[in-house]
């Protein structure tokens, strides 16, 4: 797929009605599994559109406050966006199943060496029932406070801003560029032979490995009490420019192996599917 950075401010027209992306409440078990799938979505869409992967037409427009969002939708007209937008499905079926660890979405340079990847996000995923909590971009730890669905809505907008954020802040991809994604599962509660519609078993679970000087950047995390998403950027050094040092961790192996892509930091385990 042929790339080209985009430069959007993310700014909006006032529209004469406001786009509703998140549920006016979440208390319950359902709305905060609509808000986790919806961060998804949206976060995947921006990742896509301002990395330039697709054409105009393979997007729709939301609103959130002043940030004009493109999102993914079934353009038949482009083959890529249609299979991104299977898999944002697929990630739906594993989440609505409490199956669901982490995605990561990868993208590579060479389609014969689909393990060595040059950029990646990382959504990680947990299940909870310790009532509303919110830790966003805590620094030397995870401290955690009690939150209302209003502070809950508040972060993950906040969470997207610095998406957006970041996003605009990288330098331009290679010319050339495929994506794959590939899922994570919690073993103690999936099937070994679930799949999600639109993926496979992984027949070459290697270890992926990063093509040139990686940068771990932590993005943020949402807690809703039932839920939990955080969500993690690698890339290469050289398209960093001027970013806070919040956003920065410090650089991570060229192998980037299951734990280097923060799969297991207790002791479930995971499979892998693409």
Known sequence: ????????TGKKQKPAKESLLFPPKIATEQQSLVLVKRLLAVSVSCITYLRGLFPESSYGTRYLDDLCLKILREDKSC????QIVKWIQGCF???EKSYLQMAVLAIYTNPKEPQRVTELYQFKFKYTKDGPQMDILSVGGSPQMRVSSDEVKKGSILLIRKLYLLLQHLGPLPNDVTLTMKLFYYNDVTPDDYQ??????DSSPESLLFDGDPVNLKVGSIATGFHLLKVRVTT?????????NSLV?????????????DCVEEEEGCNTRV
């Open 1 to 8: 797929m042929a790339t080209a950075q985009r430069s959007h």
């Open 93 to 95: 079926d594993a989440l």
């Open 196 to 201: 999600p519609p639109g993926f496979k078993e």
């Open 249 to 261: 961790q410090e650089n991570g192996p060229t192998e980037i192996s299951h734990q280097g892509l």
């Open 236 to 244: 290469e050094s050289k398209r960093m420019r001027e970013l806070g």
């Open 79 to 82: 083959l890529g966006s249609l």
